[in-house]
């Protein structure tokens, strides 16, 4: 304003120092912010304090985090352990029922070839056919880390349905008569004669359903029955029931 108003010498002289002044109080100003936020205040004791409470908190926490994923990792190491040894078990176990089941397949198909007696002979295909369906079990039962997974292969070839029920009524027959229970089957004459899937499996399920049925019934029957729900071209749909008069 001084230069603009006046264009005297002492005006002038005036004019520079008074702006040089001024610049170099805002240079000072602007350099103490810059330090002041570069360089913030002492924290007063009782923030100081509680960020150390907070700091050795997370510690202890952190601590505590480190325990109980060592504990984790010993408990998954322990239970993969204890995995691997019963499949060792059961594949062990396996392979000795094996060897004696096939001696006794073996020797029980070499006498039905000798024996004349159509009930001899009958009573002793129940016996290869349960002999069959352990050796199926203990095929499972090698192959566990499928069975575990739930990937289990059925078989797909051809077997005569009646043959399936009728070996399992024979098998459990005997017990049922101990028991004083009236044992039956009904198949419909509509029903296929033969069929492709898993016998074996089929005939696992039709044990375990008779043997629980006869096992809780005191009195009265058991029964298995067929039911042929739907019928395709190159499939058919089958209700396989077993019901008891016990608990």
Known sequence: ILL??????????????????????????????????????PIPEGQVSSLRELNEALERKEFSLQLAEQKIIKEREKRQASEKAKQIFLVNISHEIRTPMNGILGFAKFLEESLTDEDQRESLQMIIKSADQLMAVLNVILDFSRLESGDINFVLQPFVLKDTVHSIYRLMEPVADLKGLRFTYEIPENMPEVLTGDAVRLGQILLNLTSNAIKFTDSGEIKISLVLVEELKDAVTIEFRVSDTGI
């Open 4 to 41: 603009f108003s006046d264009k005297g010498l002492g005006t002038t002289v005036l004019a520079l120092f008074t702006g040089s002044l001024c610049l170099i109080l805002f240079f000072i100003l602007v350099r103490r912010i810059k330090h002041s936020l570069e360089m913030p205040g």
